[in-house]
Nanobody, 125 residues
Framework: QVHLMESGGGSVQAGGSLRLSCAAT????????MAWFRQAPGKEREWVAT???????QYVDSAKGRFDISKSNDKNTLYLQMNSLKPEDTATYYC???????????????????WGQGTQVTVSS
């Protein structure tokens, strides 16, 4: 089975940047949909970004122009570059993988069957 591990979280002031990484134990990500979700205290898990099979990204409206999702098949790692961070970005960030090789990558958590343990991102004003 595939295991995912997030890293790169931390505390940063508003306007700063962080680069999250999600390392997978296999190279299955080369042909799989992968996405980032986040969950703040007291809130439901929210979709943040997805990288489609053609390499094109999708972002939640609040992240457009600030976040960049990418992946390295050689390193078997998914990334989320977060710039111009805002306090409302504070959350635990999770990476997820859909092992069923969907034709179109989804922007809801249901289709994703493998999840990391999360990495905390805290943005202060």
């Amino acid at each position: 089975q595939v295991h995912l591990m997030e890293s790169g979280g931390g505390s940063v002031q508003a306007g700063g940047s962080l680069r999250l990484s999600c390392a997978a134990t296999t190279r299955t990500i080369s042909s799989s949909c992968m996405a980032w979700f986040r969950q703040a205290p007291g809130k439901e898990r929210e979709w943040v970004a997805t990288i489609n099979m053609d390499g094109s990204p999708q972002y939640v409206d609040s992240a457009k122009g600030r976040f960049d999702i990418s992946k390295s098949n050689d390193k078997n790692t998914l990334y989320l570059q977060m710039n111009s961070l805002k306090p409302e970005d504070t959350a635990t960030y999770y990476c997820a993988l859909d092992s069923l090789h969907e034709v179109a990558c989804r922007v809801v958590p249901g289709p994703y069957d493998t999840w990391g343990q999360g990495t905390q991102v805290t943005v202060s004003s």
